[in-house]
């Protein structure tokens, strides 16, 4: 039996430290969306970042390799939020698709942060050389197939209008709510984005949709 030495077992370092770590590292993403949102990604700088986390480049570096890395990291978060939000279930109608939408869209309104490091990273990303070029173009790519699905969906199940061009609505209510995010992050008090995005896809869905019988 080992023997008793009175003192009191030390705890596993393991759990907490991850549970530090792990904080840190989101500190650092929320961080970076700030930084990105303001100065896009190639003003900004990891010593500034880390700085505003209270931590040393090298800390930082500890976690994310590079700005790109950081970058990459923060455009997944980001993506594993919107996917669970409007990928994770099967909407039983285009129309409910189109109300997921405009929660999203309302969801939005609360992390400004993230609505302007989108437009602002959109438009650098332009440019083939940009690190989050390829992710923006395949982001868009995705967004627009998913869409175009759930359109034929509808066209095939009698919901939406025989001659929909399913690609161009798809198209069009993409543009249509990033252009309204960008007028809004420009100046939040302009608009009511979630009334003025539902409003639309309103409109649209009632051009689009089959005559009742």
Known sequence: MPENTGRTPRKSAGRGSYAVGGARRQK????AVDHFGQWGFHASSLARIAHDCGITQGGLLHHFRSKEDLLLSVLAQSEQHDEESLF???PDSY???LDTLVALIEENTRRPGIVRMF???VGESGNIGHPAHEYFRERYARVLRHTVALLEEGVR???LRADTDC???AQEHLAVMDG????WALDPSSMDMPARVGAYLRRRYAE???PQE
């Open 95 to 97: 129309a409910d698709y």
């Open 167 to 169: 690609p161009a609505v």
């Open 180 to 183: 309204l995010q960008i007028q």
């Open 119 to 121: 437009n602002v990273l």
């Open 88 to 90: 994770s279930v099967d």
């Open 208 to 210: 689009i949709a089959a």
């Open 157 to 159: 199940r009698g919901e």
């Open 28 to 31: 650092i993403l929320d961080t």
